[in-house]
Each structure stands twice: as structure tokens, then as C-alpha cells.
């Protein structure tokens, strides 16, 4: 089992940056893909970044590429957010996700996902 826990969310306004990290506890060599989802207030929850474990492939929602950058470090267990160049519309609780399945053709659908994080919360102010 997996436990995942997230941070770095908070306040910030347009333009600005903030880095979430998702720390994975438990038995991490399972996990194959590890990713950021998002949910908004009265909309579904859309996946945002992806990456596979090994070999670090990773994968972006057309929202956020360009803009965003997930990584990882193998070390720490732990996988990271980069998020520049924010805007309102990613106003959002992130959580973050991982599964042990070992391939997914739409690494960012969420329904391929079994672990997940308590979420934090970003909010981008104009």
C-alpha cells in the first residue's frame, strides 16, 4: 500500500509560481505512473501532468504544458509540480495520484488511478 501526502499549495497572483511536492510512503516500488490532478469548484476533476516512473516520461494537459513541469526524485520518494506563469483558471485542489498498472495508454485519465493524496489547495488571484 501507498500513502501519498501532499504540499506547497497556497495563495499567489496572476504570473507567479508556486511548487507542490507529493511524497510517497509505503510501497513505493509498485508505483509505475505518478501524476497532479485538479478539480474546480463545480467541474470534473482533469488530469494535469504525468510522469512514468521509469523510465521519466512524462505527460501534460494542453492546459499547462509550456507552463508547467513534473519531476521527480527517486531518492525522496517524491514527485514535484512546478508551476509557473499562473493563472486564475488553475485555481483548483490538486491531488496528487499514482497506480501500479504497468502500462496506460491515457496516463491522464484519473479513473487508472487507485492512490490518492488529501489534495492541496492553489488558488490564483487576477
Known amino acids: 500500500q501507498v500513502q501519498l501526502v501532499e504540499s506547497g499549495g497556497g495563495s499567489v497572483q496572476a504570473g507567479g509560481s508556486l511548487r507542490l511536492s507529493c511524497t510517497a510512503s509505503?510501497?513505493?516500488?509498485?508505483?509505475?505512473?505518478m501524476g497532479w490532478f485538479r478539480q474546480a469548484p463545480g467541474k470534473q476533476r482533469e488530469g494535469v501532468a504525468v510522469?512514468?516512473?521509469?523510465?521519466?516520461?512524462?505527460y501534460y494537459s494542453d492546459s499547462v504544458k509550456g507552463r508547467f513541469t513534473i519531476a521527480q526524485d527517486n531518492t525522496e520518494n517524491t514527485v514535484y509540480l512546478q508551476m509557473n506563469s499562473l493563472k486564475p483558471e488553475d485555481t483548483a485542489i490538486y491531488y496528487c495520484?499514482?497506480?501500479?498498472?504497468?502500462?496506460?495508454?491515457?496516463?491522464?485519465?484519473?479513473?487508472?488511478?487507485?492512490?490518492w493524496g488529501q489534495g492541496t489547495q492553489v488558488t490564483v488571484s487576477s
Open positions: 509505503g510501497n513505493t516500488y509498485n508505483s509505475t505512473y
Open positions: 495520484a499514482a497506480t501500479g498498472r504497468s502500462w496506460i495508454f491515457t496516463p491522464l485519465r484519473d479513473a487508472h488511478y487507485s492512490t
Open positions: 510522469i512514468r516512473v521509469s523510465p521519466g516520461i512524462t
